[in-house]
Nanobody, 119 residues
């Protein structure tokens, strides 16, 4: 399987925004559930959001609900994560993956893109 490729991370001030992209040529848009996860320094990988591309339903962890928005573009085979009102605690490596359960997310994620929120 070809790993997805994440991009769009960077350094941003608190309150700022970023849009992360994930080109996932091996994922089946319109069928697969796709997720974003993140790993902060010294912490475990944590789930952030899942979109069910079959119907567009999306789910978020409580700490990002209302600030992050997941979307997919089947024609471009790309998954997006819009990050708004960023907080220092959002600093992490962000990964996209297939599936909605952590074992599958761990097994199918890409190399990640780093987001640093700092003043």
């Amino acid at each position: 399987e070809v790993q997805p490729v994440e991009s769009g991370g960077g350094l941003v001030q608190p309150g700022g925004s970023l849009r992360l992209s994930c080109v996932a040529s091996d994922f089946t848009f319109g069928y697969d559930a796709m997720s974003w996860a993140r790993q902060a320094p010294g912490k475990e990988l944590e789930w952030i959001s899942t979109i069910y591309t079959s119907n567009g339903d999306a789910y978020y962890r409580d700490s990002v609900q209302g600030r992050f928005n997941v979307a997919s573009d089947a024609a471009k085979k790309t998954l997006y994560l819009q990050l708004n009102d960023l907080k220092t605690e959002d600093t992490a490596m962000y990964y996209c993956a297939r599936g909605a359960d952590m074992p599958t997310i761990r097994a199918t994620r890409g190399q990640g893109t780093r987001v640093t929120v700092s003043s």
